[in-house]
Antibody
Framework: QITLKESGPTLVKPTQTLTLTCTFSGFSLSTSGVGVGWIRQPPGKALEWLAFIYWDDDKRYSPSLKSRLTITKDTSKNQVVLTMTNMDPVDTATYYC??????????????WGQGSLVTVSS | SSELTQDPAVSVALGQTVRITCQGDSLRSYYASWYQQKPGQAPVLVIYGKNNRPSGIPDRFSGSSSGNTASLTITGAQAEDEADYFCCSRDSSGNHYVFGTGTKVTVL
């Protein structure tokens, strides 16, 4: 059974750095074709892809947020950490982590965490 | 362009068929995946690749693609299919991902 769960602060102040942790089970981030991604969703709005990290440590970031994001993995702990600097109220959103899988010739985010609502406010 | 555009909302009568479309230049090169999201819940993958359904997804969900448009079809829509649906694909560079604007499906 594959599960993912996001953890981190629910409230951050403007200009602060957000650190979110995705703790997963049921798969290994050292397996070929596997990755973990971060996606966010402001209240009432669409999903927005932020970043993902691949089994071989390949990292990809949203071009519009690249300067503010860092993604790392700890394979031994089954965790992926996303940091976002210089937080602003417009970054208020539910942040999801999801397993990214490349297999059978296609790529997808096939398992998702429950999401973590982060509010940016002074 | 790295955008994926969807109609904001569609409605379908119970038991009828509805097609949800997703348009974007990158879809000429890459398949879309589709996600169903019900209020207060995390997205759920319903279609990926050419036309693949994860385990547990009913076969009334199907996918197709032509040119710059990907489609998700629900054949015989049920009340429980009422949800927001998002497409997702790689952008034109192939190095990043982008989600569609989302479509709210109402089952009448």
């Amino acid at each position: 059974q594959i599960t993912l769960k996001e953890s981190g602060p629910t409230l951050v102040k403007p200009t602060q750095t957000l650190t979110l942790t995705c703790t997963f089970s049921g798969f290994s981030l050292s397996t070929s074709g596997v990755g973990v991604g971060w996606i966010r969703q402001p209240p009432g709005k669409a999903l927005e892809w932020l970043a993902f990290i691949y089994w071989d440590d390949d990292k990809r970031y949203s071009p519009s947020l690249k300067s503010r994001l860092t993604i790392t993995k700890d394979t031994s702990k089954n965790q992926v950490v996303l940091t976002m600097t210089n937080m602003d109220p417009v970054d208020t959103a539910t942040y999801y982590c999801a397993r990214y899988y490349y297999g059978s010739g296609s790529r997808r985010f096939d398992f998702w965490g429950q999401g973590s609502l982060v509010t940016v406010s002074s | 362009s790295s955008e994926l555009t969807q109609d904001p909302a569609v409605s379908v009568a119970l038991g009828q068929t509805v097609r949800i479309t997703c348009q974007g230049d990158s879809l000429r090169s890459y398949y879309a995946s589709w996600y169903q999201q019900k209020p207060g819940q995390a997205p759920v993958l319903v279609i990926y690749g050419k036309n693949n359904r994860p385990s547990g997804i009913p076969d009334r969900f199907s996918g197709s693609s032509s040119g710059n448009t990907a489609s998700l079809t629900i054949t015989g829509a049920q009340a429980e299919d009422e949800a927001d649906y998002f497409c997702c694909s790689r952008d034109s560079s192939g190095n990043h991902y982008v989600f569609g604007t989302g479509t709210k499906v109402t089952v009448l």
